[in-house]
């Protein structure tokens, strides 16, 4: 009976293989494997144009209904994907084992995450984005409503079709080409939590717009979002890496609304095209790490004119620090020009603070003298910027004093003391001499 077993482990061992094989790797950043959790499988023909983009880039998606008993995304220890996608916003419990605790540890363990909400968002979705910092109205009935930049439309008469252009600041988010076409955004709006300032607004709501159920009078009370604090889609970029995309609107990634024309209303600009498309495509890019992924290498130290690493330096010696930086493109890695990394020569508080200068290639110089205090240093790179990973660089070198036999036979910042000791000396004999023969 034990070699049936055996046999049966080892191909289970086999099958799951090349899932493991292909996971993430910080040489290969780009997720490549990616769990799809659908309330429909109706979903994979309404928003096809979502999935072929990812498709198209090379990724390999595996669709899964929500309430499959066998989902999961680790097996044996292991992540079976790179990156999860959630557009299963009425899903009240997902099958198999996944979970909240699942897909937070998935997070924690630097895979990515797409998570998409609608008006009918059940509590687990609600919970998923509480954690990653982001909380959706408590009303289960309460959308987005905006009348004055809302999308003109035949059918929609109740203004719940916002057109939204309010998009973050970052070409390394949204990339380089700008979006001209308004968004076409239809679903509930969420604020961000004060206390995680790794979360940001994507794309925000107007000040004209609040949310409300659009069925009932509105009350003498305010509506608990409103206006510019309503973020529409927003992101996170946790500590380990891991980005995290949070959307208010399942329709904004049909493609129904990828199609639709758009002109927000009081504006004369009609575009044939929404900006869904364009907006939903390059803010996947980044967060499955096609774009503002970093890494260093190469972090070296040595004394002017020579080439080896000391194993300490001296105070007041010439030194020359450089560390090579590259940014992953999604296929390949291309040296990262930037004017303004920074390297601290740190004991307690930065002792140097030098902006490195770049050869764009890659690597970044300079160079400078060890300050005259001795005790145990380090190089310190400490580089965030918006979009893109962080690094945090630190390499530990002691600094010593002069020896006995190194200092100057005279040092010209005594000279005064020398002077005054020898002028001392002087007036001695003038005076002993004048008190002993003097009458």
């Not at 993430?24 to 023909?45: A, E, G, M, Y």
């Not at 009348?147 to 719940?160: I, Q």
């Not at 130290?301 to 001296?314: A, F, L, Q, T």
């Not at 005594?414 to 002077?419: C, D, I, L, R, S």
Request: hydrophobic share 40%; net charge negative; proline share 4%.
């Amino acid at each position: 009976m034990a070699a049936p077993k055996v046999a049966f482990l080892l191909l289970n061992l086999i099958s799951i293989l090349p899932l493991l094989v292909s996971s993430f790797s910080p040489d290969r950043p780009t997720d490549r494997r990616i769990l799809v959790v659908l309330d429909d499988l109706s979903l994979k023909s309404s928003h096809s144009l979502f999935f072929s983009s990812l498709k198209s880039r090379g990724f390999d998606l595996d669709f899964k209904l929500a309430d499959d008993p066998a989902i999961a995304v680790k097996r044996y220890g292991q992540y079976m994907y790179d990156g999860l996608i959630l557009l299963s916003p009425s899903t009240e419990r997902f099958g198999g084992s996944l979970d909240v605790e699942g897909v937070l540890d998935f997070v924690d363990s630097g895979h990515d995450l797409i998570v998409s909400a609608d008006a009918n968002a059940s509590d687990l979705i609600r919970n998923i984005a509480a954690e990653c910092g982001v909380d959706f109205d408590e009303d289960p009935s309460a959308v987005i409503v905006d009348h004055s930049s809302y999308a003109v439309s035949e059918t929609e008469g109740d203004h719940t079709l916002i057109a939204a252009d309010d998009f973050i600041q970052s070409d390394v988010i949204l990339g380089n080409k700008k979006i001209e076409a308004t968004v076409l955004f239809k679903g509930i709006g969420h604020s961000l939590n004060p206390a995680n300032s790794m979360v940001l607004k994507a794309l925000s709501a107007s000040p004209s717009s609040y949310s409300t159920n659009p069925s009932s009078k509105l009350s003498s009370q305010p509506p608990s979002l409103y206006g510019t604090a309503i973020s529409l889609v927003s992101v996170v970029q946790a500590r380990n890496a891991a980005r995290i995309m949070i959307s208010g609107s399942l329709d904004m990634f049909s493609n129904r609304l990828f199609r639709a024309g758009v002109q927000k209303s009081g504006s004369l600009n009609k575009y044939e095209k929404s900006g869904n498309e364009q907006f939903i495509t390059e803010l996947s890019k980044w967060i499955f790490h096609e774009r503002g992924h970093l890494k260093a290498v190469n972090l070296r130290h040595n004394k002017v004119g020579e080439s080896e690493e000391p194993s300490m330096y001296r105070i007041n010696d010439d030194l020359e620090f450089s560390v090579e930086i590259f940014e992953w493109s999604g296929s390949s890695w291309v040296p990262h020009v930037s004017k303004d990394v920074q390297v601290q020569f740190y004991m307690m508080s930065p002792y140097v603070l030098k902006t490195l200068s770049t050869n764009g290639k890659g690597l970044y110089h300079t160079s400078f003298k060890v300050p005259d205090v001795y005790g145990v240093f380090q190089f310190k790179v400490e580089y965030q910027k918006l979009g893109y990973t962080s690094l945090s660089l630190s390499k530990q070198i002691p600094v010593r004093p002069f020896k006995h036999n190194e200092y100057e036979r005279f040092i010209t910042t005594a000279f005064p003391y020398y002077g005054a000791s020898f002028s001392m000396m002087a007036g001695f004999f003038i005076f002993s001499g004048v008190y002993l023969y003097n009458k």
